[in-house]
């Protein structure tokens, strides 16, 4: 009792250790810089493992059999790199108080001791990477390429397809493995083959992975991969050449890798440069309308269309009437690809960036019909991902943001060329555009990427008029460097992750109404779209981000 006295002074955590009162407490007063550099308590760890399952597997990347995975984890069979990287894959999505006011600090700290355990333990030694090696990469590259480093982000991605290259990934795997563990190497393949294509989506970052290359076979589906049985699929050139039998259905992880095959394919032609002897876009023979035969046999078996997405919703509903998210993840997700294709391939202004450079001059026929359907993709785009948000779904993968903001740009490009005529826009123009915007806006509670695109935004919209001209055809070819900087910033999503600038906020701040602001929805924004102080993005908080702070690229791959 005397010693209590004594001690009263303590701070309580002090206290509970002093008087034995448990490692968890013991470990919430450890220094910041040891405490994020080891597992947190059992408890702790058992609440992040549940919350990656719930929110990040599936979404849309798939590593594990989840009963596998927990039964070695029980057994210590999974490396210490592995769970650092769940850890800090999961831990924006967690509520735990043992990271409380420190979430980035510890994302940031097990991303790096789990990439350091990587170098030591895989690219150091005589150790032979193994499918672990690609899976934590993997994981590591998403958190360093949404966290802005994107340098840092492409170069594991990288690291990730020739580990997996060195692994036979793209082979189908040995029979002899136990069912679960062949459909497991394939989920890791199309998971490293999926990342890869969604981040070429940027100037002169070509995917590393070519189709021709993938003979391994494409995923079950997720109630057969559960159960460990055995299903019938078909390999990516059987889907390409038609080659698919009546007995034989696409698992909606399936769908996502083919519309992400789809989108490589897109981003190969949209986003670098072409050919001077490319045919134009609306040649018969051209890689514009070959890349449209694709999509029209992606959306014969998506079924892009919102009523089709509804009724799939309710076959994965639990019988509480919950949502299965590990099923409804993929589902949302191909629907999602499919629209981002049909944006970035009939993107007006990016199709003037590219004659500019075939000197070809635009067909109004042809400029006509690529604003209307990519005006069409980008309205159902941002009213796929509204609707899903608010039925339930976890729109919560970090390349949602991109897709909300390069829908978002096309609408607000359609509405100031509308007004340059002195046309009103339709309603369903605006409220595209603002459920768009409320998209970034609500995906900024947890991904930072989406914080700095709902700025750029914002920013785009205030001075997208000079953009707006490229949807006229009689507008001069000779489109001038700021022009097309301006229209690259829409497209480029390496681009988008990167900080906003202090001279950008300030024309944020001084822009006048967004043009998708005339119909007035629940965005926590002012009529002179600033920016609230009870919104997320609260000038206070944005003083810290303008900052320009950049953490090196270099100390994540030393």
């Given at each position: ?9 303590l ?16 470990e ?6 040891r ?16 919350t ?14 989840e ?15 592995l ?5 800090a ?21 097990y ?23 690609a ?7 998403i ?14 991605i ?28 394939r989920?890791?393949f ?20 070519h189709?021709?290359d ?11 991969f ?9 390999t990516m ?29 897109c ?8 050919r001077?002897?490319?045919?134009p876009?609306?040649?018969p ?19 892009a269309?919102?009523s089709?997405?509804?009724?799939a ?6 019988s509480?009437?919950?949502?299965d ?5 993929h ?8 629209h ?8 007006p202004p ?21 604003i209307q359907?990519?005006c069409?993709?980008a ?12 039925r339930g779904?976890?729109?919560q ?23 340059r ?5 339709s ?12 998209t970034?806006e609500?995906m900024?509670?947890?991904w930072?990427h ?13 001075n ?36 906003v600038?202090g ?6 701040s001084n ?11 629940d ?14 993005l609260a000038q206070?908080?944005?003083a ?15």
């Amino acid at each position: 009792m005397l010693t209590r006295d004594l001690t009263s002074h303590l701070p309580g955590p002090v206290q509970k250790v002093l008087f034995g009162q448990g490692r968890r407490d013991q470990e919430l007063i450890l220094p910041r810089h040891r405490r994020f550099r080891d597992l947190p308590p059992t408890p702790v760890m058992e609440a992040m493992i549940d919350t990656y399952f719930l929110h990040v597997h599936n979404q849309p990347y798939s590593y594990f059999q989840e009963d596998n995975f927990r039964q070695r984890l029980d057994c210590e069979a999974i490396p210490k790199c592995l769970i650092l990287a769940i850890l800090a894959s999961a831990l924006k999505f967690s509520g735990d108080e043992y990271f409380h006011g420190y979430v980035r600090e510890a994302t940031d700290a097990y991303a790096r001791e789990a990439w350091l355990l990587v170098l030591d333990d895989y690219m150091s030694s005589e150790t032979p990477s193994n499918l672990n090696a690609a899976q934590t990469i993997n994981m590591l590259a998403i958190i360093d390429f949404t966290s802005g480093r994107t340098s840092s982000g492409w170069l594991k991605i990288g690291m990730a397809v020739r580990i997996a290259q060195d692994l036979q990934l793209m082979k189908d795997p040995s029979p002899l493995l136990p069912e679960i563990e062949q459909e497991e190497q394939r989920r890791v393949f199309w998971s490293i083959y999926l990342l890869d294509k969604l981040v070429s989506c940027q100037q002169g970052r070509p995917p590393a992975l070519h189709d021709e290359d993938c003979q391994v076979r494409l995923p079950y589906s997720e109630e057969t991969f559960k159960n460990g049985g055995f299903e019938t699929t078909i390999t990516m050139y059987q889907f390409f050449n038609w080659d698919i039998g009546p007995d034989v259905s696409l698992s909606p992880l399936s769908l996502v890798i083919l519309a992400s095959s789809a989108l490589g394919r897109c981003a190969r032609y949209i986003l670098h440069e072409p050919r001077t002897e490319e045919p134009p876009p609306w040649a018969p023979k051209s890689e514009f309308n070959s890349i449209n035969s694709l999509l029209m046999l992606c959306d014969h078996h998506i079924q892009a269309d919102g009523s089709t997405f509804e009724t799939a919703l309710a076959q994965y509903r639990k019988s509480d009437q919950s949502l299965d998210h590990q099923q409804v993840g993929h589902l949302l997700f191909s629907r999602v690809l499919f629209h981002v294709c049909h944006c970035l391939l009939n993107h007006p202004p990016l199709l003037r960036l590219r004659l500019q450079k075939l000197h070809c001059t635009v067909s109004s026929v042809f400029l006509t019909r690529t604003i209307q359907t990519s005006c069409e993709h980008a309205c159902q785009l941002a009213r796929l991902l509204d609707a899903a948000a608010s039925r339930g779904c976890h729109v919560q993968s970090s390349f949602y943001a991109y897709a909300a903001f390069l829908a978002g740009s096309i609408l607000s490009i359609v509405i100031q060329a509308k007004r340059r005529k002195n046309e009103a826009p339709s309603v369903d123009l605006v409220t595209s555009s603002q459920q768009a915007l409320r998209t970034l806006e609500n995906m900024g509670s947890v991904w930072d990427h989406a914080s700095k695109m709902h700025l750029k935004a914002l920013l785009f919209d205030s001075n997208s008029s000079r953009v707006s001209e490229l949807l006229d055809a009689s507008s001069s070819n000779n489109i001038d460097p700021a022009t097309q900087e301006m229209v690259w910033s829409t497209v480029d999503y390496g681009a988008m992750v990167t900080e906003v600038r202090g001279e950008q906020y300030l024309q944020i701040s001084n822009a006048g109404s967004p043009a998708f602001m005339s119909v007035d929805l629940d965005l926590d924004l002012g009529l002179d779209g600033s920016i609230d102080s009870h919104s997320n993005l609260a000038q206070g908080e944005l003083a810290e981000t303008m900052s320009c702070f950049n953490s090196s690229d270099l100390q994540y791959l030393l």
